[in-house]
């Protein structure tokens, strides 16, 4: 058991992150480690689901870890199981809730990081998606990484196919590990001792979530999650007369509104029932009243939170919707040119036989690039039940 068996199919990476720790605990010793090995700001980048935030947390882990008769990252101390859990004091990880990271947000978060570690080794700041960072909210961080306290380590995940969108300035003082796709015997392997998923459905799993390591977990242990899969891919054969059209996009929008609701319901209550009980509902006596007003406010600041994290949910699995459509074009081309390429569906290799027996090659490109239109159109905030209609009406003519 490590820290490291978090990381699917990333030897490189862990290699590097691996030395950088072992560096970082000579420093907490006392000692002067070779210089370069341990920075105090990373940069990791990677396609969708190669586990960015994953191989972060892994290494802030490493980071925190107690074990010192060993290489750093054992798995099972304190230190790393607080990490990995997420609940260590000085491991703090910034998620966006709705579409950007505030300056508000951050420049909290920078004040905290500039304290010394409370109980572990290191300050660990860990920032998912920082291309949400705001123009504002990245100005803040750049202050801290240009001048970082001591014992402070920043850890920033972004995706590769968007790196212009953290600013070159904070890119240039991090240092970069770069991540690849993991092939799907490294992800099946992983879902089979780590999740323990049967053989067969992590193989299945594996083969069908183009790479993405979180979407092959979850189509292996979610049944709905397989369903909607199904039901998106039989959509580029079942448009078959205009009326399809629009029967088909509010199913791809029914959909991703109800991975939405799933997805948020149970924390949405949970938080507003945390902050009335702070707030003192329920309770009596001398300033019950003044306690509810207040009340007020802050309820509707986190409906608008939450809001803005349901928006942001629905449009990710719209594009996880819009990324499974692609893959069913690209097998459909891939068949008809006859090219030897690992389809992206093979369980649906019947489908696409028939889609590149119907349409021409010129046809399949056309639908092809009418959802990778798409899913920028939704990316620059088109609404999307416009974006979506606009998409089938191009697939289903051709």
């Known amino acids: 058991m490590s820290v490291w068996d978090e990381v699917v199919g990333q030897p490189d990476a862990v290699a590097t992150l691996s030395a950088a720790a072992e560096a970082a605990a000579t420093i907490v010793a006392g000692g002067t480690p070779a210089p370069g090995v341990m920075t105090h700001a990373w940069l990791f980048t990677g396609p969708p689901g190669s586990g960015r935030s994953s191989t972060a947390r892994a290494f802030a882990g490493a980071l925190q870890c107690v074990v010192t008769d060993d290489r750093p990252g054992c798995g099972v101390c304190t230190g790393c199981r607080t990490t990995l859990h997420g609940t260590h004091a000085d491991v703090r990880v910034v998620t966006p809730e709705g579409l950007s990271i505030s300056v508000a947000e951050m ?111 979850r189509l292996a242990v979610d049944e709905q999650a397989r369903g909607r899969r199904e039901s998106v891919l039989r959509i580029p054969l079942a448009l078959r007369k205009p009326a399809d059209v629009f029967t088909c996009a509010d199913e791809l929008i029914k959909a991703a509104e109800e991975d939405a ?68 074009y690209r097998d459909a081309l891939v068949t008809k040119t006859g090219s030897e390429a690992a389809l992206m569906h093979p369980d649906r290799a ?24 798409c899913r920028e159109a939704i990316e620059v905030n088109v609404k999307p039940r416009i974006a979506i209609e606009a998409m089938v009406t191009t697939l289903h003519r051709g």
């Open 350 to 373: 019947g489908d696409s036989r028939t889609a590149a027996a119907q349409w021409s090659q010129e046809s399949i490109l056309r639908r092809l690039e009418a959802v990778l239109a």
């Open 107 to 217: 420049r909290a978060l920078v004040q905290i990081s500039a304290r010394r570690p409370t109980s572990g080794r290191w300050q660990v700041v860990i920032i998912e998606d920082a291309d949400r960072l705001t123009e504002g909210a990245a100005n803040a961080l750049l202050k801290a990484v240009e001048e970082p306290p001591e014992r402070t380590v920043f850890l920033l995940c972004a995706p590769s196919d968007h790196p212009d969108d953290v600013s070159v300035t904070i890119r240039s003082r991090c240092r970069l590990v770069s991540l690849g796709s993991p092939r799907p015997a490294a992800i099946a392997s992983a879902l089979e001792s780590v999740d323990g998923v049967p053989p067969e459905m992590a193989q299945w799993a594996a083969s069908v979530c183009g790479g993405h390591v979180g979407r092959a977990r």
């Open 261 to 328: 609701t799933t997805a948020n319901e149970a924390r949405n209550e949970a938080e507003r029932e945390a902050l009335e009980t702070a707030m003192g509902a329920g309770g009596t006596g001398k300033g019950t009243a003044a306690a509810t007003r207040g009340a007020k406010g802050a309820l509707k600041d986190l409906e608008k939170r939450q809001k803005s994290r349901a928006t942001r949910t629905q449009r990710d699995s719209l594009d996880m919707a819009l990324v499974d459509l692609a893959g069913f």
